[in-house]
């Protein structure tokens, strides 16, 4: 009797374990990597710890971003477990690239510019 009961424990689990993920991979199918063209803070805790540039018009499926990491920004990892937040910054206007990374560096010269390259893997993204 024990056994069976054990076994209908199982085969439930197994059920709500497949059920959870069908669910979240359709969820999560929907979302999108991708900022917005413009600019954000990256904020850790109350402090600005960073700043991102994504330039618009570009390929909705290929496409970077530039985070100018000031110095201080704590590298989140499975011990530290620090995180962040992206706000957007709308009172913030650059020509470009060239004159974002010009200010961010004469603002923080010891800051840290990381350029990432996306290629996103969805439908229509052929």
């Given amino acids: 009797m024990l056994r069976g009961i054990m076994i209908a424990n199982r085969r439930t689990l197994g059920c709500v374990v ?33 700043v991102i540039f994504v330039e618009s018009g ?19 990892n499975a011990r530290n ?21 010009r200010a961010m560096r004469e603002h923080a010269p010891d800051g840290t510019h990381v350029e990432i390259a996306a290629v996103e893997r969805r439908a229509g993204c052929e």
Avoid: K, M, N
């Fill in 81 to 101: 477990r620090a995180s962040f937040t992206v706000e957007p910054a709308p009172d913030v206007t650059f020509s470009g690239l060239a004159e974002f990374l």
């Fill in 18 to 50: 497949a059920l959870t993920l069908i669910v979240t991979l359709g969820f999560t199918s929907l979302a999108r990597a991708q900022l917005d063209g413009g600019y954000f803070v990256i904020r850790q805790g109350d402090r600005v710890a960073g």
């Fill in 58 to 76: 570009q390929d909705q499926c290929r496409y970077f971003e530039h985070w100018y990491l000031l110095p201080g920004y704590v590298y989140p």
